[in-house]
Nanobody, 115 residues
Framework: QVQLAESGGGLVQAGGSLELSCAAS????????LGWYRRAPGKQRELVAS???????NAGDSLKGRFTISRDNAKKTLYLRMNSLKPEDTAVYYC?????????WGQGTQVTVSS
């Protein structure tokens, strides 16, 4: 069983930065594919970025260069550094752990970018 808890969301002005964290419990963290997803109002959930157990990252084309995903296996923590934020980045951000065929989700953290 994996439990995930996001933090770091909030209100920021356009052009600003935020760093989200996702603290995990359980012994399988280091073997998990981890990801950040977001759901904007009225839209479907979308993948923001993912990172493999070996550190290989993947991000949406529109987010490359602005968003950076990273992980610290010793701290069992996933991060998302978001720079040059835009109002369209406003969403609830969720972390995900895909472990041995199972998906685990955090409760989400709200990010609001004002223009």
């Amino acid at each position: 069983q994996v439990q995930l808890a996001e933090s770091g969301g909030g209100l920021v002005q356009a052009g600003g930065s935020l760093e989200l964290s996702c603290a995990a419990s359980g012994s399988t963290f280091r073997w998990s594919v981890l990801g950040w997803y977001r759901r904007a109002p009225g839209k479907q959930r979308e993948l923001v970025a993912s990172i493999s157990p070996y550190g290989t990252t993947n991000a949406g084309d529109s987010l490359k260069g602005r968003f950076t995903i990273s992980r610290d296996n010793a701290k069992k923590t996933l991060y998302l550094r978001m720079n040059s934020l835009k109002p369209e980045d406003t969403a609830v951000y969720y972390c995900n752990a895909h472990t041995f065929g199972n998906d685990y989700w955090g409760q989400g953290t709200q990010v609001t970018v004002s223009s």
